[in-house]
């Protein structure tokens, strides 16, 4: 019976509050309509001004008279309720004993916590796959407790076999030339000349690069005794900054198990600086910045980017 009577009291507190806000947006409306019609109807100014204000005012209580009535009567109907129904389950809020068996309220908590979880899930893996550089290839899943560690079976590896990998990647690239020398007995060292562009010094170990020194295509890369010079630094800083760039491509390109993919793909990579003076950012389109073209190339796309632009 109590059930009948609140309902019934809900039913008239809504009858009510709809006419309290019909007569509220009627009361706004004459507020409008008087500061549209303005001063008129009056001889002398002063008389038009204080019919005005008089008439301005006796609107300004209506509207205040009839919001006061309009939150008068929300207290009476109450507050709507926060849960959200999802599908089916919103037949639980209406379950009388709420406060004993909170179920709706806890899924719905659930629910929220889920789609936050998502989220922070989804801007979490983002981050991951940007920080992609592996010095590895250590597969995931095994504890490193129990890996057991790689033998250096491919430290050292026949000549012939190197200059036969080496060779293959100077024939794939008609604009790179390769010079392969050994003048300390068995690691290699090679002269990479690309176009008309630059000069690469790679210090290697078998088939793995140790060291690289990038310099301009008319720089001297020998010393006086005619050996190549693999200590001294370019003249220009564009090819300073490609030589700390290369040293950085190192150090993604490590895959010990395939040394020669490694080779071919840090090739592949330095290839990309034959346009090094031709080619824009692919962010910021210019050519120059801080006197410097784009001296760095995505690892992935090969793309042109300013040390600026690339972060």
């Known amino acids: 019976m109590a059930d009948v009577i609140n309902v019934s009291l809900n039913m008239e507190a809504f009858s ?19 500061l549209k019609d303005g001063m008129r109807n009056k001889e002398t100014l002063e008389g038009r001004e204080k019919a005005f204000i008089a008439h301005f005012q006796d609107n300004l209580h209506s509207v205040n008279r009839d919001l006061n009535e309009l939150e008068r009567l929300s207290n009476l109907v109450g507050k709507p309720s926060e849960n959200h129904p999802l599908h089916n389950s919103g037949l639980l809020s209406l379950d009388p004993v709420q406060d004993k068996t909170p179920l709706y309220s806890q899924l719905l908590q659930a ?8 989220y922070h899930a989804g801007l979490a893996s983002g981050l991951l796959n940007q920080q992609s550089l592996k010095r590895s290839a250590n597969q995931m899943g095994v504890s490193a407790k129990r890996r057991p560690k790689a033998q250096p079976t491919t430290l050292v590896l026949p000549p012939q076999y190197v200059d036969d990998v080496i060779n293959r990647i100077d024939r794939m690239f008609p604009e790179m030339s390769i010079h392969l020398s050994r003048p300390n007995g068995t690691s290699a060292m090679l002269l990479v000349t690309l176009g008309k562009v630059l000069k690469v010094i790679v210090v290697m170990r078998s088939l793995f690069i140790d060291r690289t020194i990038v310099k301009g295509y008319n720089e001297n890369v020998y010393t006086e005794d005619g050996k190549l010079d693999i200590w001294s ?30 080779v071919r793909s840090f ?45």
């Open 233 to 262: 630094k370019s003249n220009y800083q564009v090819f300073q900054k490609v030589t700390d760039h290369a040293t950085t491509a190192l150090l993604h390109y490590q895959l010990p198990q395939m040394p020669d993919v490694v």
């Open 16 to 34: 009510q509050a709809i006419s309290a806000i019909q007569a509220l947006r009627s009361s706004v409306s004459r507020v409008f309509d008087c």
């Open 111 to 118: 629910y929220k916590w889920s789609n936050k979880l998502q």
């Open 267 to 311: 090739m592949t990579w330095l290839r990309s600086y034959i346009k090094l003076f031709q080619a824009p950012c692919q962010r910021c389109g210019k050519f120059l910045q801080d006197g410097l073209p784009p001296t760095w190339r995505d690892f992935r796309t090969l793309e042109a980017f300013h040390d600026t632009c690339r972060q």
